[in-house]
């Protein structure tokens, strides 16, 4: 007998992968919450200069949690090959291990590039119904102009590989708004005579910042008069949590914050569900 196409054992790949999130999220919690993370500034009296800063005297999460991510990335990566697999039986043709969901965030420009896309495209798409075909051409990150941040397919695409050679680094990462937290600093406006100059923040505005051991750098001014004594209202309690980066921090792409899995999760749950009206 011919099996019966079925999404069951991808989707329980994705519900595989949202357990290891959970217990990975609270352990990271628990673990960036014993973490002696602080503000703290320098003022240098010559300059009128006070530099804010957050110092960490502890150390980078455990190699384990970037362990756990890959395993998650896995799950979540395997879950569209399965798809691809499904699709193949949908289509009355029989799947081998050359089956592949593709995942490509950029165009060939070159002649000899466009040739190897195509083969490789229809190797891992082979016995796949045209509709099909078409859907999965739909969703590849580089026609998707809808894009913010990053594309969800495209950073699953480029995480899992990187975890297949090696872990995943882990860092801490703050967040420069957090409405249930409250701002990080606060500083009353300058009176009459006072101005505060060469302002420069350090922290970006949208993407999480790494906060490696020793002294990351938020905000800077410098004082004029050098003599007054701004109110600098600080918050302790930082925004943190634990991110995932394939390399140095000082590289693009930045790190993925813990708590992003879950679009890349949902963003396989999307596909799933609308493939599963298909089939």
Request: glycine share 6%; with cysteine; net charge positive.
């Amino acid at each position: 007998m011919v099996p019966a196409a079925s999404l069951a054992g991808a989707q329980e790949k994705v519900a595989r992968a949202l357990q290891q999130f959970e217990s990975l999220k609270r352990e990271a919690e628990d673990w960036v919450t014993s973490q002696p993370y602080k503000l703290a500034y320098d003022f240098n009296p010559q300059t009128g200069r006070y530099t804010f800063a957050i110092v960490n005297p502890g150390c980078l999460p455990p190699l384990r949690f970037g362990v756990i991510i890959g395993e998650i990335l896995h799950d979540l990566r395997s879950a569209l090959d399965h798809l691809v697999w499904q699709l193949i039986i949908a289509s009355g043709g029989k799947p081998t291990f050359a089956n592949h969901f593709p995942i490509y965030s950029w165009l060939p420009r070159k002649r000899d590039q466009w040739i190897t896309r195509r083969e490789r495209w229809n190797t891992m798409l082979t016995d796949v119904d045209p509709v099909y075909r078409a859907v999965i051409k739909a969703l590849q990150p580089y026609r998707r102009a809808h894009r913010l941040l990053y594309c969800p397919l495209d950073r699953l695409a480029s995480l899992s590989d990187s975890d297949k050679h090696r872990v995943l680094t882990g860092t801490v990462a703050g967040f420069v708004a957090d409405p249930n937290l409250g701002s990080l600093l606060s500083i009353d406006p300058p009176p009459q005579g006072v101005r505060f100059l060469d302002l420069a923040f350090s922290v970006p505005a949208v993407t999480p910042w790494p906060l490696l051991p020793g002294r990351t750098p938020l905000l800077s001014f410098r004082v004029e008069p050098a003599s007054f004594k701004p109110n600098v209202r600080v918050n302790q309690r930082l925004p943190l949590t634990v991110a995932f980066g394939e390399g140095p921090f000082d590289q693009r792409p930045p790190p993925l914050p813990l708590d992003d899995i879950l679009n890349l999760s949902d963003e396989v749950t999307m596909i799933l569900s609308y493939f599963e009206r298909l089939i």
